[in-house]
């Protein structure tokens, strides 16, 4: 396949069976593999929409400074399409993320600023627009309220999947943004409605979860509950057991972000065998997972990496 | 009916610090209101006037409750419930 750029070869990413993991010849479980863009992660549809999107609307230019709240691979996203586009990312990230995730960011020429681990990406968020007031000369994109990033996925990733996979009856993705979910499933709502749309959500350690009162909480403003079907909280302990399930059984090497989506996929799948009716369930590998080798979740046992996951942002 | 209730950090002032808890109810109201009798003022923290609180995320065994009943949501014995806060990903 032949791009003009870099940037042109976003998306288009493969659909592969599982053969071994899915339950029966008549459940099948799918793997979209998103570790195959640019910078090893779906993101880079999003940030590639987000800034083709502010160029379009006139609101940055080249030399213009972006700002952006993440936890890491929407970060690293923007950091390179900004530096293919001529700008000057700065990246509000929580400290508890995996040095992978630094490294990567000032490779591709981003500048870092830490929020405090304790109230995870709230924390980010909320210093990303305390900067953003004090700069008003910086753009921040705001993945989490930003309509171009579930347009990315209603334009790209949705249509891929149904072309794919006309035979599709659920989609399954992990919540963060919700820009994933939100855009497929908008598409499918459109296109195939009867898709159900399924949410894997990461349930973090405590440190994590640290708001001073409930007010504090978070929702992103992209996120509309009616276009889901179900939604499910996935701790660090499942999450690991189905990353290693997926190497050990089909030979891929994902995040451990993924093994909370296949562990609802795989939820589902099953509840589908007890109904005993035919599924093809789509599932997204978010990225693979070169870039939690320091975390300690592909070693020793599930009560270790679960030890070593404890405190960090893992998806 | 017993269930086991899972409490976020910020709820624990209520329950002496205790992490998990065990509620009564066949209904996730009815848990609410057990626990509500064990750990005055809780309730409050989780339900207002029309329902579930907007940064209060109930799963049982690890499903949002949002997209089951809601609190009318049926609680068996040996199901787990858990509550957290609403916070951001990506």
């Known amino acids: ?315 | 009916m017993a269930v086991e209730v899972r409490i976020p950090t910020i709820l624990r002032s209520f329950t002496g610090g205790e992490k998990a808890v065990s509620a009564e109810g066949a209904s996730l109201q009815a848990v609410i209101t057990s626990l509500d009798a064990s750990y005055p003022g809780i309730g409050d923290r989780l339900l207002d006037d029309s329902g579930l609180r907007r940064f209060i995320n109930v799963y049982l065994n690890d499903e949002d409750v949002r997209f089951l009943d809601g609190l009318s949501t049926p609680v068996g014995d040996n199901d787990s419930i858990t509550i957290l806060p609403a916070v951001a990903g990506g």
């Open chain 1, 1 to 315: 396949m032949r791009f003009d750029s870099l940037l042109d070869s976003v998306g288009h990413t493969p659909l592969v069976g599982l053969p071994r993991l899915s339950p029966s010849p008549d459940v099948r479980l799918w793997a979209k593999l998103e570790d195959r863009n640019p910078t090893g992660s779906i993101k880079d549809r999003a940030a590639l929409a987000m800034i083709a999107q502010a160029e379009a609307d006139g609101l940055i230019k080249p030399g213009d400074t972006l700002l952006e709240p993440t936890s890491g691979n929407t970060g690293i996203s923007l950091a390179m399409v900004a530096k293919q586009r001529g700008y000057k990312l700065i990246c509000v990230m929580p400290e508890n993320t995996s040095s992978e995730r630094t490294q990567l960011l000032l490779m591709w020429g981003a500048e870092i600023i830490y929020s405090p681990a304790a109230g995870g990406s709230n924390e980010a968020v909320r210093v990303a627009k305390g900067l953003a007031a004090e700069h008003p000369d910086w753009v921040m994109l705001y993945q989490y309220g930003n309509p171009a990033n579930a347009q990315a996925h209603y334009d790209s990733t949705g249509p891929e999947l149904l072309a794919d996979l006309p035979t599709i009856t659920h989609f399954v993705a992990g919540l963060g943004t919700t820009g994933t979910l939100m855009g497929v499933g908008r598409y499918f709502r459109e296109h195939k409605p009867d898709v159900e749309i399924i949410a894997a959500e990461p349930r973090y350690g405590e440190l994590v979860y640290g708001l001073r009162n409930i007010d504090e909480g978070f929702i992103p403003e992209l996120y509309d509950a009616d276009l889901l079907t179900s939604r499910f909280s996935v701790g660090p302990r499942d999450a690991v057991k189905r990353m290693r399930e997926l190497l050990e059984v089909e030979g891929i090497f994902a995040g451990v972000s993924t093994g909370a989506i296949l562990q609802a996929a795989i939820g589902t799948a099953n509840k589908c065998v007890k109904a005993g009716v035919p599924a093809d369930i789509a599932f997204i590998v978010c990225d693979g997972g070169w870039k939690y080798l320091s975390t300690g979740a592909y070693e020793g046992t599930l009560d270790d990496a679960e030890d070593a996951l404890d405190g960090q942002l893992w998806a």
